[in-house]
């Protein structure tokens, strides 16, 4: 970005047809996922409480879930590195999270690609998506929900097809079946799940 120019002036989104960021957005998360001024992006549109279209990457109802969750100062939420604890937090429902790592396994992500993404601890990670562990602090939830977009444009590495096989194994459901659908509503199905249990 250059001396005197706004942030959006150096958005990935110029040029583009930008009925695609509020009525297709798998594109645009596409576009948002190689744009330099994501996080300024991001970081406008929950400070404008912009709930309409994709913005930095994110869905209205994303971004409704990241203010929510949001405890740091403004300056720092789009922070990907999760901060310590503070020595009383209020752990907060990882469901919607759990899906996004089953979803990501599908696709051949394993925890230690998501957490080299993310931050967060691998074995955390590990346990969250077997669902081991059923809460966490809203500092790791926004940083794994943060991730995700991004996630699902990355290419799988050669070894993926091990996080595929345990995904198979253990009925996990991919992206395509959360489309449409709300995936931190505990009580939302996914599309074509036969032995839905997560
Ligand atoms: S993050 Fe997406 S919507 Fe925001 S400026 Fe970049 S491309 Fe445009």
């Not at 996990?172 to 995936?183: F, N, Q, T």
């Amino acid at each position: 970005m250059s001396a005197g120019e706004q942030w959006w002036e150096a958005g990935a989104c110029r040029g583009h047809d930008l009925r695609v960021f509020f009525e297709k957005p798998v594109v645009a998360k596409k576009v948002c996922a190689g744009c330099q001024v994501r996080e300024r992006c991001l970081t406008y549109a929950l400070d404008t409480k912009e709930w309409y279209g994709v913005w930095g990457g994110t869905s209205g109802r994303e971004r409704k879930r990241l203010l929510r969750r949001r405890s740091a100062p403004a300056s720092e939420r789009c922070r990907r590195e999760p901060k310590p604890a503070p020595a009383v937090v209020e752990l907060v429902d990882v469901t919607g999270v759990r899906r996004r790592l089953q979803a990501a396994a599908v696709l051949g992500h394993s925890v230690a690609v998501v957490s080299r993404m993310c931050g967060v601890n691998a074995s955390t990670l590990d346990k969250i998506r077997s669902g081991i562990q059923p809460r966490a602090t809203p500092v790791t939830v926004e940083a794994i929900v943060v991730a995700y977009p991004e996630l699902l444009l990355t290419p799988v590495s050669r070894e993926g097809w091990r996080t595929q096989r345990v995904a198979a194994g253990r009925g996990w459901v991919g992206p395509a079946a959360w489309l449409g659908l709300d995936i931190d509503d505990p009580r939302v199905i996914p599309k074509g799940a036969r032995h839905w249990a997560a």
